[in-house]
């Protein structure tokens, strides 16, 4: 029986493309068709509504927070597309601050390597971080699971997403991963465009999307908007502050290299870069014209035959911006689903 239902589950998770038939109760992972293949492996923890809304619960619960002050969404927003908006770098317990911007949590099923430094290459094993980070919860997971245990909200939950009420350190992370894979975001006016259903964009909108795709979109690729490598693209030429990819690989040729971001949902998640350091897209379109500083890691296609950045005009500026913008996916910031209950 058990393993009839997992099936079924493995079929659902393949097949459906729930995220528009489905209510507010019924959740689970579905596959845009114009995004590759998602790198999580859905075998090992299948998304159920269940274990989504025990997933939910955790990640806005603060008493996984020393003080029971800070949450996972304290720092990941759902109307800002799952960021600390407004914050150049996140605020944690005690108000301390941490040295990066909240990126956003979306798209994570297509991801193998997490943090501005891919400092984490498992999901599931993402949320110790933050947990015990001393500026974020600063609680040591252990008694974060002892928490979860001693509160009777619980119980309840672990036993409708796993069959039992036993409350362990790995259904918590499952559970947790369960949610955050279900935060899709893939209805923008663009993929409507793109998968014809319905979206246009304007005369502007397409040249500024022509535009990126000639001088973004080798760093910025496919319809997740990124490579998920790594580059030195030209904020800084000294990272004696923050050393980016360098930090995990101890290697001099990966100084000032940080995770190529998507560029969905930019019209919330300001400011930019792993430092927050820009305020506009304005800002961030003059950097890559006029403000890409040299240093021995910048990546190659921003110092090519002796030109560096990407002139781009004040007009194709423009341009790009408008089409940055049709990646706005209200439908996944309002998902009252998604969203503290
Ligand atoms: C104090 C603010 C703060 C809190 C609280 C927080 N985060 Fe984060 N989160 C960040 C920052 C900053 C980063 C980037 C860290 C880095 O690059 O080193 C991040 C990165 C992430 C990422 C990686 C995104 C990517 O695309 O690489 C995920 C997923 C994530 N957090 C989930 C969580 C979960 C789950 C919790 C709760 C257990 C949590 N966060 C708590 C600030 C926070
Ligand atoms: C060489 C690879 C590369 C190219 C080419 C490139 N980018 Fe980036 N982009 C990056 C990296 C890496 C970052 C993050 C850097 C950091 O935070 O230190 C980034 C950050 C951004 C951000 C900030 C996103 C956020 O959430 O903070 C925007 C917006 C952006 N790029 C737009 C563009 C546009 C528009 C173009 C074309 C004009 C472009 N990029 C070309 C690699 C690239």
């Known amino acids: 029986m058990k393993k009839r239902w997992q099936f079924i589950l493995a079929l659902m998770v393949l097949v459906a493309g729930c995220n528009k038939e489905n209510t507010k109760e019924d959740v689970s992972f579905y596959q845009?068709?114009?995004?590759?293949?998602?790198?999580?492996?859905?075998?090992?923890?299948?998304?159920?509504?269940?274990?989504?809304?025990?997933?939910?619960?955790l990640f806005y619960d603060p008493i996984l927070s020393r003080d029971n002050s800070t949450s996972c969404g304290s720092c990941h927003i759902s109307f800002s597309s799952f960021t600390h908006?407004?914050?150049?770098?996140?605020?944690g317990i005690d108000n301390l601050l941490g040295k990066r911007n909240s990126p956003p949590v979306m798209n994570v099923a297509w991801s193998?390597?997490?943090?501005?430094?891919?400092?984490?290459?498992?999901?599931?094993?993402?949320?110790?971080?933050?947990?015990?980070?001393?500026?974020e919860m600063d609680l040591e997971f252990a008694q974060a699971v002892q928490k979860v245990k001693t509160s009777s909200a619980y119980p309840k939950l672990f036993k409708a997403a796993f069959g039992t009420e036993d409350i362990t350190s790995a259904r918590m992370l499952q559970a947790m991963s369960q949610f955050m894979n279900c935060?899709?975001?893939?209805?923008s006016r663009y993929d409507k465009w793109k998968r014809n259903e319905g979206g246009s964009l304007s005369a502007d909108e397409l040249e500024g999307y022509n535009l990126f795709q000639a001088k973004c979109s080798s760093c910025h690729s496919t319809d997740l908007f990124t490579d998920y490598k790594?580059?030195?693209?030209?904020?800084?030429?000294?990272?004696s502050i923050d050393s980016g990819r360098a930090h995990i690989s101890q290697q001099a040729a990966d100084v000032g290299k940080f995770k190529t971001p998507s560029l969905r949902n930019l019209e919330k998640t300001k400011p930019y870069m792993h430092d927050g350091?820009?305020?506009?897209?304005?800002?961030?379109l003059e950097h890559y014209n006029s403000g890409v500083k040299v240093s021995a890691t910048l990546d190659t296609l921003l110092n090519k035959n002796g030109v560096v950045g990407i002139p781009l005009s004040a007009n194709e500026q423009q341009k790009i911006i408008l089409f940055l913008k049709t990646l706005t996916d209200d439908t996944f910031i309002t998902d009252r689903r998604f969203a503290e209950q």
Do not use: C
């Open 32 to 57: 845009p068709s114009n995004f590759p293949a998602p790198k999580y492996n859905f075998n090992n923890n299948p998304v159920t509504t269940a274990g989504f809304e025990l997933g939910r619960k």
């Open 85 to 91: 908006h407004g914050h150049a770098v996140s605020h």
């Open 112 to 135: 193998d390597e997490f943090m501005w430094d891919g400092g984490i290459n498992q999901l599931d094993l993402l949320p110790i971080a933050p947990i015990e980070n001393p500026v």
């Open 183 to 187: 935060l899709v975001s893939a209805n």
């Open 230 to 239: 790594f580059h030195n693209n030209g904020i800084k030429d000294n990272f």
């Open 277 to 284: 350091s820009f305020q506009t897209l304005e800002q961030v």
